[in-house]
């Protein structure tokens, strides 16, 4: 039962978030519900299936909760556990699995593609499923390395020169990859393999000239690339290689230009054996006020442009008015 409510009771109070008009009553291992008959149906359903995922050994988060919840309220064919599927990485005591819809698709296009886009807001695991995928592939010898790159793009502050080494001055861009591979992997094996090249995290620059052979290659934060960048990573693609490319197209840090993230999924859209895999905030599987804002912002955007084009429409018509005149 403290597996099934979470610490603290947080999955049980998430719970009766999703469904406000039904009270639950917890008593020993026992759960009761009282209320709407529509409501109680589906939270009777929905913790049964967070039941079964439990006696499978799946630990339980906020994200399992709410994407149960949506999976039953819009009566979809899958269930739970069909969203969680195998695990793709079990480090320690911890197993490494999609959590929604839309990643377990994500995951799928990943084992059945040669490149494969995965696009969406921040938290939707673009990154950490592909790094758990990677790490799965060099652990299957499906590859022999792993090359983990990510441009050099300062997130809208002018950082000026920074200290050290040139490892020093870049280690801070690629700092998220690090973390997640120290977290995938045995954190004593990891220098190892950055030492003897099976494992590479360099920044985007270094792949000009280079072609990638039997490896899994993921280029991170992708939107803050130009479309020459874009095209010349693209075009290091090897023999029995995969390349994962991950970003969200409504954070883009360049100062001037197109992103090349933007023009590959206009231009390569049609291209055999090449996925674009979209994410949405209903894919978010951090804090719930990630997704949120998420909708927020993209809420505002939208009004935004429907303002701006509805000015430069007026101030269209304004000129045309006066060119008749």
């Known amino acids: 039962m403290v597996r099934l409510l979470g610490p603290q009771d947080r999955l049980l109070t998430r719970l009766e978030r ?3 008009e039904v009270t639950v009553a917890v008593r020993g291992n026992q759960v009761t519900f009282d209320g709407d008959p529509e409501q109680v ?3 009777s359903r929905l913790v049964r299936e967070l039941a079964d995922l439990v006696q499978g050994g799946v630990d339980l988060g906020q994200s399992e909760v709410g994407e149960g ?3 039953i309220r819009e009566d979809s064919p899958r269930t739970l556990a069909d ?6 990485l079990t480090t320690g005591r911890k197993s490494i699995r999609a959590k929604t819809e839309g990643q377990r698709a994500y995951v799928d296009a990943i084992g059945q593609h040669t490149i494969v886009f995965g696009i969406g807001p921040a938290g939707t695991g673009k990154t950490y499923l592909a790094m758990a995928k990677a790490v799965q592939a060099l652990q299957r010898r499906e590859v022999q390395r792993i090359i983990l790159t990510r441009p050099a793009v300062e997130a809208g502050e002018r950082l000026g ?3 050290g080494t040139l490892t020093d001055k870049i280690d801070p861009y690629l700092r998220p990859l690090y973390d997640a591979l120290n977290e995938m992997m045995d954190p004593e094996l990891v220098p190892k393999l950055l030492a003897t090249g099976v494992v590479e995290v360099a920044p985007l620059a270094y792949m000009r000239g280079r072609t990638l052979n039997d490896a899994f290659v993921i280029l991170d934060e992708a939107q803050n690339t130009t479309p020459e960048q874009m095209k010349m990573f693209l075009t290091r693609l090897g023999f029995g290689s995969r390349m994962i490319v991950t970003g969200d197209i409504t954070q883009v ?3 001037e ?13 049609g291209i055999d054996d090449i996925h674009f895999a979209q994410l949405t905030s209903a894919d978010v599987v951090r804090h719930t006020l990630v997704g949120r804002i998420v909708d927020a912002y993209t809420a505002h955007e939208a009004r935004v442009m429907a303002q701006e084009g509805g000015t430069r429409e007026q101030r269209r018509e304004h000129l045309q008015r006066r060119g008749r005149r």
């Open 18 to 20: 999703e469904y406000p």
């Open 257 to 269: 230009g197109t992103s090349g993230l933007q023009v590959a999924s206009r231009v390569l859209g």
């Open 83 to 88: 969203v969680a599927g195998d695990a793709i």
């Open 69 to 71: 919840a949506r999976l």
């Open 253 to 255: 840090d360049l100062p």
């Open 41 to 43: 149906d589906q939270a």
């Open 161 to 163: 020169f920074l200290p």
